[in-house]
């Protein structure tokens, strides 16, 4: 029996996508051979790449004017392609800091190019979003970038800013987790193994008019423009991971698209902020607005209590609770592969454990 995974990333993946993979992997489509075994050149596996790019579009509703980018090195290359690929020498480049993930990329980022972090959210302890009314924001700025959703610290933009650069977003952990109007934005990237299929894949999603600007050094392997001439197969492409979010693709569509994960995404959210909410032994710092759909960081209010909170959890098949090491506590992420069920059990387990605390 599959317990119920509410790991960060790697994370859990459709049960029915796992096994439509598995009844096709030795033996693709009586084509005798598997996804793994075959050309990325291949009429077969370009006719499931192609079906995998459509199916984003799609879900996403993708503007023709954007290219979809099927990339490797995760979304932590991304930090140090950026600047490479959109900051010109003498250019700023605006950056918002609203955690961990956000501090990385601007870390990364200043070793390519001058970068101006326009506000931060470490005033408040990084327990709630920066009013766009503060940004210091810099004049014709290359690129702003921010992180929508920040997957330790569970601080979710309910908002799209509205600026006059290009807006850059980390959707590593929130991307196809609700409708979303990607003409507001210059790029969108993810790495995949948190809201899509399994790590080694990264989706770019680049307006146009963004390509071809790469700096000098930039190195081939991660210049957007390269990759955009050659259909993301400049070299091997990572194609099982290809496929198998593929599969996850479809398997949105046939559960009625973004507006209808976005129905159950919405009540799996309100169903686990309503316990931790409702009791005296549970607490998010978060502010209300700011609180995150797919990572629910929680810390329960005796530090003592978490060793026997996470033994009680596995023994039921609650897998995977144990918060960030850098800020301790728990925390649950209940994307799109995560069930319904699989929230109401952690509810119930919750109420129990905490019952019994007395
Ligand atoms: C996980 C994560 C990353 C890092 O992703 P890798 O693919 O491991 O490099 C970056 N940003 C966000 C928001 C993440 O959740």
């Known amino acids: 029996m599959r317990a119920f995974n509410f790991c960060a990333g790697p994370a859990a993946l459709p049960e029915a996508v796992l096994q439509q993979a598995q009844a096709e992997l030795a033996d693709w489509q009586g084509k005798g051979l598997s996804v793994m075994e075959m050309s990325h050149r291949s009429e077969e596996f370009v006719g499931i790449a192609q079906k995998a ?41 605006d950056y918002i800091d609203t955690g961990i993930w956000s501090k990385k990329a601007i870390e990364e980022g200043q070793r390519y190019g001058q970068l101006n972090v326009a506000a931060s959210a470490k005033a408040d302890k990084y327990f709630a979003i920066p009013e766009q009314a503060s940004w210091q924001l810099s004049k014709d700025a290359a690129y702003l970038h921010y992180t929508p959703n920040e997957t330790i610290g569970g601080l979710e933009f309910g908002w799209i800013p509205e600026v006059d650069a290009p807006l850059v977003a980390d959707m590593s952990s929130t991307i196809l987790s609700r409708p979303l109007d990607v003409s507001r934005f210059g790029m969108i990237y993810a790495g995949a193994q948190k809201n899509i ?35 993301s197969m400049f070299n091997t492409p990572p194609t099982f991971a290809w496929y198998l979010s593929g599969l996850v693709f479809s398997w949105l569509k046939a559960q009625g698209g973004l507006t209808a994960i976005e129905q159950l995404n919405r009540r799996k959210q309100e169903k686990l902020y309503a316990a931790i909410d409702n009791s005296s032994l549970y607490a998010n710092p978060i502010a209300v607005a700011d609180r995150s759909w797919m990572n629910v960081p929680f810390t329960l209010a005796d530090e003592r209590l978490e060793k026997p909170f996470l033994a009680g959890a596995e023994a039921r098949g609650l897998l995977n609770l144990k918060g960030h090491r850098s800020v ?28 019994e605390q007395g």
């Not at 503007?63 to 003498?90: D, R």
């Not at 008019?209 to 392997?221: I, S, V």
């Open 328 to 355: 301790g506590g728990m925390r649950a992420s209940i994307y799109n592969a995560v069930p319904e069920a699989a929230v109401d059990a952690l509810v119930a387990y919750m109420q129990e454990f905490e019952k």
């Open 53 to 93: 790019e459509q199916d984003l579009r799609d879900l996403l509703a993708i503007p023709a004017n954007y290219k979809v980018l099927f990339l490797q090195g995760g979304a932590s290359s991304q930090f140090a392609m950026i600047p490479l690929n959109l900051l010109g020498a003498g250019q700023v480049a």
């Open 197 to 231: 299929g399994p790590a080694g894949l990264t989706i770019v999603i680049i307006r146009e008019d963004l390509l071809g600007k790469a700096q000098a050094a930039c190195p081939t392997m991660f210049n957007y423009q390269v990759a955009a001439d050659n259909e």
